[in-house]
Nanobody, 127 residues
Framework: QVQLVESGGGLVQAGASLRLSCQASGSLFSRCATGWFRQAPGKDREFVAAISRNGGTILYGDSVKGRFTISRDSAKKTVFLQMNDLKAEDTAVYYC????????????????????WGQGTQVSVSE
């Protein structure tokens, strides 16, 4: 099993930066790709970014390319999401998720592919 706890959310002004952290525990985490998703009120959960088990492959959603950076510290079982140049439309609850998969499998963007989820952290961006 994998347990995930997000932190680092908050209220910021447009143009600011935030760094989200996802602290994992559990024996399976080293065999999981990790993703970040977000969900705004009244909208479906949206793929933000994902990183492979060894950090060698990364994928971003189109709306965050060039502004967000995902990284992974496997020794500390932590995944980060550095968010720069935040916009009002980035306002959402951000979730960390883990996909138990083989190393060579492609990163996945669909919510249903991820077996383990955190509780989420709120990010609010004011204009």
């Amino acid at each position: 099993q994998v347990q995930l706890v997000e932190s680092g959310g908050g209220l910021v002004q447009a143009g600011a930066s935030l760094r989200l952290s996802c602290q994992a525990s559990g024996s399976l985490f080293s065999r999981c790709a990790t993703g970040w998703f977000r969900q705004a009120p009244g909208k479906d959960r949206e793929f933000v970014a994902a990183i492979s088990r060894n950090g060698g492959t990364i994928l971003y959603g189109d709306s965050v390319k060039g502004r967000f950076t995902i990284s992974r510290d496997s020794a500390k079982k932590t995944v980060f999401l550095q968010m720069n140049d935040l916009k009002a439309e980035d306002t959402a609850v951000y979730y960390c998720a883990a996909d138990h998969t083989i190393l060579t499998a492609p990163l996945r963007v669909d919510v249903g592919a991820y077996e383990f989820w955190g509780q989420g952290t709120q990010v609010s961006v004011s204009e």
